[in-house]
């Protein structure tokens, strides 16, 4: 009897174990996704004959359910459709597939003329995209400033997304923005970058995981530019993007610098720098302003949020090269950040 439990309880704990391999797997991609991929092959034959080839597909994140199929579109050479398909349930996107598929060519159409619009602009001011990033939409171009330079190559930049706004029109989704984004790449980081696939759409290859990591090894520059009304403020603001292990650096540097010199006054004051506003000081490339969070004392917590602000101006490793700035009372009841603007 007692031997008889003991095999009961191996065999469970065995299909426990073999269970939750299963879902590893599953989650990992491992088990696959071919049964997604065929049924998403079928339904563009069966709803859109010859317009879709099926490239790729992943599995979407556990507990999801189903695949993410990518497919080409084989009459447009820069378009790339992404749909979500559970050929278990028999849906896409969460609904029927026919309109769903429609939908994502639509918007995959869409994206490739705007993509076109934006990169013929750039071209026209001397400038190829070399890669967009998939969240915003920002270009990326391979150029680097100086500090004799860099005011002027703000303002060419700049005058190239006054000629993307205004080909874009009136009623485009960039028009209606009030603000955007380019990265500006050391041209050695952008030679060696990782290009991927000839054969897959423009918009894959200009935002694949590969590329995007091979540009961000290096630091570089991303510079804003306010848009309103359709006109663009050609003056722009940037920030140096760092690896994330020199970003830590920099924090450390700055941080230690700040509270060294803040202890003189508050000698038990806590420390924390604050990553969202870090930016060039305008007509240079080596000097950042931003700022370091403080409290004057122990609260009892683990981490100080920060109560109060230092104004601090750096060289690109963090070192302060002038004095500092004390901002009071930055953070409200609810805990939300007042920062001026820099």
């Not at 050929?87 to 076109?116: F, H, L, V, W």
């Not at 619009?117 to 998939?134: K, L, N, Q, T, Y």
């Not at 009623?171 to 030679?191: T, Y």
């Not at 000698?267 to 409290?295: H, I, K, S």
């Amino acid at each position: 009897m007692a031997g008889s439990r003991r095999r009961q309880l191996k065999a469970g704990i065995t299909g426990a174990l073999a269970g939750s391999l299963a879902l590893l797997l599953g989650a990992c991609g491992v088990l696959g996704t071919e049964e997604d991929r065929g049924l998403a092959a079928e339904l563009a034959e069966k709803h859109f004959p010859g317009q879709l080839e099926v490239i790729g597909a992943r599995t979407l994140f556990p507990g999801t359910g189903g695949s993410e199929i990518t497919f080409s579109v084989t009459d447009d050479r820069d378009a790339v459709v992404r749909l979500s398909v559970d050929s278990e349930k028999g849906t896409c996107a969460y609904g029927a597939c026919e309109q769903a598929m429609g939908a994502a060519i639509a918007r995959g159409r869409a994206e490739a003329a705007d993509s076109r619009v934006m990169r013929s602009a750039f071209e026209e001011c001397g400038h190829e995209v070399i890669a967009v990033d998939p969240a915003g939409g920002a270009p990326y171009i391979a150029v680097r400033p100086t500090n004799s330079t860099v005011t002027e190559v703000i303002a060419e930049v700049g005058g190239c997304v006054q000629r993307w706004v205004t080909t874009s029109g009136a009623g485009s989704p960039l028009a209606r923005k009030n603000g955007a984004a380019v990265k500006l790449v050391s041209p050695g980081v952008a030679e060696r970058r990782e290009t991927g696939k000839a054969s897959w759409p423009t918009a894959m290859r200009l935002s694949h995981s590969g590329l995007l990591a091979s540009l961000g090894e290096r630091p570089y520059y991303s510079v804003g530019y306010d848009i309103a009304g359709g006109r663009v403020d050609t003056k722009g603001r940037a920030r140096i993007v760092r690896p994330l292990e020199l970003r830590r650096e920099f924090d450390r540097t700055v941080e230690k610098a700040v509270r060294e010199e803040l202890r003189a006054t508050y000698p038990q004051v806590r420390t924390n720098v604050f990553a969202g506003a870090w930016m060039l000081e305008p007509g240079t490339v080596d000097r950042q302003t931003g700022y370091v969070l403080f409290c004057e004392r122990p609260d009892g917590k683990k981490r100080c949020l920060g109560d109060h602000a230092v104004v601090v101006t750096t060289d690109v490793r963090g070192n302060p090269v002038g004095g500092l700035r004390i901002v009071r009372d930055v953070r409200e009841d609810g805990g939300a950040l007042r920062l001026p603007p820099l």
